[in-house]
């Protein structure tokens, strides 16, 4: 006798199957093999001026409020996990010991401001 949470894995199984053999039958039917048209140097130049015009549409993409938003987000996300992670690391030691895992915890905030400020 099959019980009731084994019936309904199977009926679980059964949908996921059933629904994964018709999205794929319907995406393999989809891929179509389309004839190459032109010489090797039209798909070429085709594929060049693609690239050209998604190379300018990247660069246009990043403006100066761009930039300044990810200064802005990346500096709070600093002024925050300073005295967070400060005060998760100390709850994880002994009363002894909590200034000086909260001064490594700043020290680390300190050499991980200046390794980005070089790298970016």
């Not at 995406?27 to 050209?52: C, F, I, M, N, Y």
């Not at 300044?68 to 600093?78: D, E, Q, R």
């Amino acid at each position: 006798m099959i019980r009731r949470f084994d019936r309904i894995g199977l009926l679980v199984r059964v949908v996921v199957l059933v629904t994964s053999l018709w999205l794929g039958g319907s995406a393999a039917w989809a891929q179509t093999a389309v004839p190459a048209k032109g010489t090797d140097t039209d798909r070429l130049a085709a594929l060049e001026k693609s690239s050209a015009d998604q190379a300018a549409a990247i660069a246009a993409a990043q403006t100066a409020g761009d930039n300044s938003w990810m200064l802005a987000s990346s500096a709070l996300v600093l002024m925050m996990s300073g005295p967070g992670l400060a005060l998760f690391y100390s709850g994880l030691v002994r009363r002894k010991n909590v200034l000086g895992t909260m001064m490594q915890t700043f020290a680390m905030m300190a050499v991980i401001t200046v390794l980005w400020a070089l790298v970016t």
